[in-house]
C-alpha cells in the first residue's frame, strides 16, 4: 500500500506531538490507504487549537482559520491542519451555527459524514477506528456515523457525497442511510449550485456510476437543482464513467432545450467545450462523405470528435443518432487531421482587410460568409493557401 505521502507529512504530526499534542491523518487519504488505492491528498486532525499550530511551525496559511483549519507549508507542499471539533447546531442544512474545538479524537470523527471517512491514522501506521469504519470497507458499504436522517438534515450534500462515494468506490449505500436520503433529499435545494457540480464532476466519472445515476432519479434529486429540475432526467442514461461536460450536452441533446447553462454557474471554457460537444451530436448524423469529414475535423478539433466517439454506446443508450462508422471511425479522423492545410481562419493567406481592398466594398456580414467559402475551397484543396491565388480567387468569386 502507498505509504510515500504519508512519510513526506510525517515530520508535521512528529513536531505537533513534540510540543504536546496529538496529531493523526484522518478522512479520505486513511480511506484509500486501507482500500490500496490511489492517495491524492493527505489532511491531517490534531488536539492543537489554531493558535497553537501557528506557533508551532514557521510558515501557515490561515485559509479557513474560524472552522479550525490552518494551512501548513513544508517543504513546499501545503498541508492542512485542523482542530478536533465539535458543532453545534446546523443552520440552511449546510453549514453549523458554530464550531468549537476539542481536545477529544473521538469528538472529533464522530461529527463525521461516513464511518469509512471517520477513521484515523497515527504516523506509525496505527488506526483508530471508533464507528467500525473498517468493517463498512471491508463489506463495501456505505453507512453514516451515527442517525443517517440526523447526518443528513445537519448538510444535505451528505447526501450527493454518499452517492459520489457509491460511484467512486462501487460500494453499496446501507438500507437505513438510503432511506433517510429519500427522507431529507428535499434538503438540497438549500445547497449552491457550485457545491452540487462539484460533486457531480466526480460521481459522474465514478466506476460504479451506472446504479448511483439510477438512484439519482430515484430521488427525485434533480427535481431541486437548478438548471436539472426543468429536465427530464428520466429520459436520459447513463451507464458508464463520462465527463460533466459531455454528460451535460448529452442533456441537451436529447431535450432539444433552451436550459440556460449559466445556471450551471460553470466557466466559459467549460460552456465552450459542452457547446461544441452538443454542436458535434447534433451535426455528426450529416456526415455521410469524406469532403464532409474533413470539414467536421477542422470546424470541431480531433480531440473534441475522440471524445465524442469514445461515448458511443452512452449516444445509442440515448438514441443519439452518431454518423455511419465507414466514414466516420478513429482511423479516418486521424487522417484527415494529419493532412489540414489549416487548422484555423488566421492561418489562410488573406483576411478581411485584402478582401476589403480588392474589392473597394464596406464591411458587412458577406465578408465573414466570403471567408468561410475561401476557408471551405482550401481545406477542400480547390485553391491553394497562396495570396496570389487567394486574391484571384476573390476576384473571380466576389462580386463587386
Same mark, same amino acid.
Given at each position: 500500500m502507498g505509504t510515500e505521502l504519508f512519510n513526506q507529512a510525517k515530520p508535521i504530526l512528529e513536531k505537533i506531538e513534540q510540543h504536546g499534542f496529538e496529531a493523526y491523518f @484522518? *478522512?479520505? !487519504?486513511?480511506? /484509500?490507504?486501507?482500500?490500496?488505492?490511489?492517495?491524492?491528498?493527505?489532511? #491531517?486532525?490534531? !488536539?492543537?487549537t489554531p493558535d497553537e499550530i501557528e506557533s508551532i511551525f514557521e510558515k501557515t496559511i490561515p485559509i479557513g482559520r474560524e472552522h479550525g483549519t490552518i494551512n501548513v507549508v513544508y517543504q513546499g507542499t501545503n498541508y492542512e491542519v485542523t482542530t478536533f471539533r465539535a458543532e453545534a447546531e446546523y443552520v440552511d =442544512? $449546510?453549514?453549523? %451555527?458554530?464550531?468549537?474545538? &476539542?481536545?477529544?479524537?473521538?469528538?472529533?470523527?464522530?461529527? $463525521?459524514?461516513?464511518?469509512i471517512n471517520a477513521i484515523a491514522m497515527d504516523k506509525n501506521f496505527n488506526i483508530y477506528d471508533y464507528?467500525? *469504519?473498517?468493517?463498512?470497507?471491508?463489506?463495501? #458499504? #456505505?453507512?453514516?456515523? *451515527?442517525?443517517?436522517?440526523?447526518?443528513?438534515?445537519?448538510?444535505?450534500?451528505? +447526501?450527493?457525497?454518499?452517492l459520489r462515494f457509491q460511484s467512486q468506490l462501487n460500494f453499496t449505500i446501507e438500507g437505513d442511510t438510503f432511506e433517510a436520503m429519500k427522507h431529507q433529499i428535499a434538503n @438540497?435545494? =438549500?445547497? %449552491?449550485?457550485?457545491?452540487? &457540480?462539484?460533486?457531480?464532476?466526480?460521481?459522474?466519472? *465514478?466506476q460504479n456510476v451506472s446504479q448511483s445515476y439510477l438512484n439519482l432519479i430515484d430521488l427525485n434529486f434533480f427535481n431541486y437543482v437548478p438548471f436539472f429540475r426543468s429536465l427530464d432526467m428520466k429520459q436520459t442514461k447513463v451507464n458508464s464513467p463520462i465527463s460533466f461536460e459531455l454528460w451535460i450536452a448529452i442533456l441537451l441533446t436529447v431535450e432539444q432545450t433552451n436550459t440556460s447553462l449559466s445556471d450551471l454557474k460553470i466557466s466559459n471554457n467549460e460552456k465552450t467545450k459542452i457547446n461544441q460537444y452538443h454542436k458535434i451530436m447534433i451535426e455528426m448524423p450529416q456526415v455521410s462523405s469524406k469532403e464532409q469529414l474533413k470539414l467536421f475535423v477542422y470546424d470541431y478539433g480531433i480531440n473534441n470528435i475522440i471524445d465524442i466517439i469514445a461515448i458511443n454506446s452512452i449516444l445509442e443508450?440515448?438514441? +443519439?443518432? +452518431?454518423? %455511419?462508422?465507414?466514414?466516420?471511425?478513429?482511423? !479516418?479522423?486521424?487522417? +484527415? /487531421?494529419q493532412h489540414l492545410p489549416i487548422r484555423s481562419r488566421r492561418e489562410l493567406n488573406i483576411n478581411g482587410g485584402d478582401i476589403l481592398r480588392i474589392t !473597394?466594398?464596406? %464591411?458587412?456580414?458577406?465578408?465573414?460568409?466570403?471567408?468561410?467559402?475561401?476557408?471551405?475551397? @482550401?481545406?477542400?484543396?480547390?485553391v491553394p493557401n497562396l495570396k496570389d491565388e487567394l486574391l484571384k480567387w476573390v476576384k473571380e468569386n466576389v462580386k463587386i
Amino acid at each position: 500500500m502507498g505509504t510515500e505521502l504519508f512519510n513526506q507529512a510525517k515530520p508535521i504530526l512528529e513536531k505537533i506531538e513534540q510540543h504536546g499534542f496529538e496529531a493523526y491523518f @484522518v *478522512g479520505g !487519504s486513511v480511506r /484509500d490507504y486501507l482500500m490500496n488505492r490511489h492517495i491524492h491528498d493527505i489532511d #491531517i486532525t490534531t !488536539s492543537a487549537t489554531p493558535d497553537e499550530i501557528e506557533s508551532i511551525f514557521e510558515k501557515t496559511i490561515p485559509i479557513g482559520r474560524e472552522h479550525g483549519t490552518i494551512n501548513v507549508v513544508y517543504q513546499g507542499t501545503n498541508y492542512e491542519v485542523t482542530t478536533f471539533r465539535a458543532e453545534a447546531e446546523y443552520v440552511d =442544512h $449546510r453549514r453549523p %451555527s458554530e464550531v468549537y474545538f &476539542v481536545r477529544d479524537l473521538k469528538e472529533d470523527l464522530q461529527r $463525521r459524514d461516513f464511518t469509512i471517512n471517520a477513521i484515523a491514522m497515527d504516523k506509525n501506521f496505527n488506526i483508530y477506528d471508533y464507528f467500525e *469504519g473498517d468493517v463498512a470497507l471491508n463489506q463495501h #458499504i #456505505i453507512k453514516t456515523v *451515527g442517525d443517517a436522517k440526523e447526518r443528513f438534515k445537519e448538510d444535505a450534500l451528505r +447526501i450527493l457525497r454518499g452517492l459520489r462515494f457509491q460511484s467512486q468506490l462501487n460500494f453499496t449505500i446501507e438500507g437505513d442511510t438510503f432511506e433517510a436520503m429519500k427522507h431529507q433529499i428535499a434538503n @438540497v435545494e =438549500h445547497l %449552491s449550485i457550485e457545491r452540487i &457540480v462539484v460533486e457531480l464532476k466526480k460521481l459522474i466519472k *465514478g466506476q460504479n456510476v451506472s446504479q448511483s445515476y439510477l438512484n439519482l432519479i430515484d430521488l427525485n434529486f434533480f427535481n431541486y437543482v437548478p438548471f436539472f429540475r426543468s429536465l427530464d432526467m428520466k429520459q436520459t442514461k447513463v451507464n458508464s464513467p463520462i465527463s460533466f461536460e459531455l454528460w451535460i450536452a448529452i442533456l441537451l441533446t436529447v431535450e432539444q432545450t433552451n436550459t440556460s447553462l449559466s445556471d450551471l454557474k460553470i466557466s466559459n471554457n467549460e460552456k465552450t467545450k459542452i457547446n461544441q460537444y452538443h454542436k458535434i451530436m447534433i451535426e455528426m448524423p450529416q456526415v455521410s462523405s469524406k469532403e464532409q469529414l474533413k470539414l467536421f475535423v477542422y470546424d470541431y478539433g480531433i480531440n473534441n470528435i475522440i471524445d465524442i466517439i469514445a461515448i458511443n454506446s452512452i449516444l445509442e443508450d440515448n438514441n +443519439i443518432k +452518431i454518423a %455511419s462508422p465507414l466514414i466516420f471511425n478513429l482511423q !479516418s479522423i486521424k487522417e +484527415i /487531421d494529419q493532412h489540414l492545410p489549416i487548422r484555423s481562419r488566421r492561418e489562410l493567406n488573406i483576411n478581411g482587410g485584402d478582401i476589403l481592398r480588392i474589392t !473597394s466594398k464596406k %464591411s458587412g456580414p458577406w465578408l465573414k460568409e466570403v471567408l468561410r467559402q475561401i476557408e471551405i475551397d @482550401v481545406l477542400t484543396n480547390k485553391v491553394p493557401n497562396l495570396k496570389d491565388e487567394l486574391l484571384k480567387w476573390v476576384k473571380e468569386n466576389v462580386k463587386i
